[in-house]
């Protein structure tokens, strides 16, 4: 369901808090409140603190700070996705009921072991397809007496979509992941489930997040489609790159920027907004560098490639 041209536009900013920010997620908030004023629009803030081993205690409220150092602060309280279990359980019993989720017995080294025995040994970073060994019916064998551990969703089909940044876009489900989990062995809640659950439950417009998460759209569209919500707009930022070539995260030494007075503040938005694209702004605090920053960005999004909604 393509969302109605000229629905008023809802973007967020939807942080892990499994630490600080640091510059390259400082782009991704950046963005998303830019591309919301610009549109005349609200913005939001979701804590996905759904992956609890990963989550470090206090680290949504230090997120939240840092925000409000930079000016940027959300339209409406923020959403914490631990508080949404009910509305992601939901979800998928509609999915189970449609017969697009399944149960799957299979250890992280039972799928390994399967494309082994095919001769594809695993390569550093890839994601392992997941072979569809516990799939009910055709095509699969279903739990064979083993224990349910993870649910998984059916994920099949070529997804086209357009990226504001990135133009045209396609994904072979299929091929890319295979059955995606939807619920994790461990109990926890996937991001791929809860993202669209609650994207939709906030009435998302446009999704503005950094370009290591593009390749997750597919399966959020097919998500979507399946659960009869509708699909965002999407742009994906650029990203910030460490020393050694790779996404700066908080495992290759990202630093929180210093947002300890307005002048540091302003100095990291600069750096945060040369990333998407901004010119220095010279500006006299950081209010007015926001101001100054919503102009140039409605100049840069204008430049970007012109599509119509998908059907
Ligand atoms: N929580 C995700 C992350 O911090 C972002 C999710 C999203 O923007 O869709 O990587």
Same mark, same amino acid.
């Given at each position: 369901?393509?969302?109605?041209?000229?629905?008023?536009?809802?973007?967020?900013?939807?942080? @892990?808090? *499994?630490?600080p920010?640091?510059?390259? @997620?400082l782009?991704?908030?950046?963005? @998303?409140?830019?591309?919301?004023?610009?549109?005349?629009?609200?913005?939001?803030?979701?804590?996905?603190?759904?992956?609890?081993?990963?989550?470090?205690?206090?680290?949504a409220?230090?997120?939240?700070g840092?925000?409000?150092?930079?000016?940027?602060?959300?339209?409406?309280?923020?959403?914490?996705? @631990?508080?949404? =279990?009910?509305?992601?359980?939901?979800?998928?019993?509609?999915?189970?009921?449609?017969?697009?989720?399944?149960d799957?017995?299979? *250890?992280?080294?039972?799928?390994?072991?399967?494309?082994l025995?095919r001769g594809?040994?695993?390569?550093?970073?890839?994601?392992?397809?997941?072979?569809g060994?516990?799939?009910?019916g055709?095509? =699969?064998a =279903?739990?064979?007496?083993r224990?349910a551990?993870?649910?998984?969703?059916?994920?099949?089909?070529?997804?086209?979509?357009?990226?504001?940044?990135?133009?045209?876009?396609?994904?072979?489900?299929?091929?890319?992941v295979?059955?995606?989990?939807?619920?994790?062995?461990?109990g926890?809640?996937?991001?791929?489930l809860?993202?669209?659950v609650?994207?939709?439950?906030?009435?998302?417009?446009?999704?503005?997040?950094?370009?290591?998460?593009a390749?997750?759209?597919?399966?959020?569209?097919?998500?979507?489609?399946?659960?009869?919500?509708? *699909?965002?707009?999407?742009?994906?930022?650029?990203?910030?790159?460490?020393?050694?070539?790779?996404?700066?995260?908080?495992?290759?030494?990202?630093?929180p920027?210093?947002?300890?007075?307005?002048?540091?503040?302003q100095?990291?938005?600069?750096?945060?907004?040369?990333?998407?694209?901004?010119?220095?702004?010279?500006a006299?605090?950081?209010?007015e560098?926001?101001?100054?920053?919503?102009?140039a960005?409605?100049?840069?999004?204008?430049?970007?490639?012109?599509f119509?909604?998908?059907?």
């Amino acid at each position: 369901m393509a969302r109605a041209p000229g629905a008023a536009y809802r973007g967020r900013f939807a942080p @892990s808090p *499994t630490g600080p920010l640091h510059a390259g @997620s400082l782009v991704a908030a950046l963005a @998303s409140w830019l591309d919301a004023r610009a549109h005349g629009g609200r913005w939001l803030v979701r804590i996905e603190d759904v992956d609890t081993p990963r989550c470090l205690p206090g680290a949504a409220g230090t997120i939240l700070g840092q925000l409000a150092a930079c000016g940027l602060r959300p339209d409406e309280p923020p959403w914490y996705q @631990s508080e949404r =279990g009910a509305a992601y359980a939901d979800a998928l019993q509609r999915l189970r009921d449609a017969g697009l989720a399944y149960d799957c017995g299979c *250890t992280r080294r039972d799928i390994e072991l399967h494309w082994l025995a095919r001769g594809q040994p695993h390569t550093a970073d890839a994601e392992r397809v997941y072979p569809g060994t516990c799939r009910p019916g055709a095509g =699969g064998a =279903g739990l064979q007496g083993r224990p349910a551990r993870a649910q998984r969703f059916i994920g099949e089909g070529v997804v086209h979509w357009q990226d504001r940044r990135l133009g045209a876009q396609q994904q072979d489900v299929a091929v890319a992941v295979g059955d995606f989990v939807l619920h994790r062995a461990d109990g926890l809640w996937a991001y791929q489930l809860a993202v669209v659950v609650d994207d939709a439950a906030q009435g998302i417009t446009d999704v503005v997040r950094g370009e290591d998460l593009a390749d997750n759209t597919a399966r959020q569209i097919l998500l979507q489609r399946a659960l009869g919500l509708p *699909t965002p707009r999407y742009l994906h930022t650029p990203l910030v790159l460490a020393a050694d070539g790779r996404k700066l995260s908080k495992q290759n030494g990202a630093v929180p920027p210093d947002l300890s007075r307005p002048a540091a503040a302003q100095h990291a938005l600069q750096a945060a907004g040369a990333v998407l694209g901004l010119p220095p702004l010279p500006a006299a605090g950081v209010a007015e560098w926001l101001a100054q920053a919503v102009r140039a960005w409605a100049g840069i999004i204008a430049a970007f490639p012109t599509f119509s909604d998908p059907p």
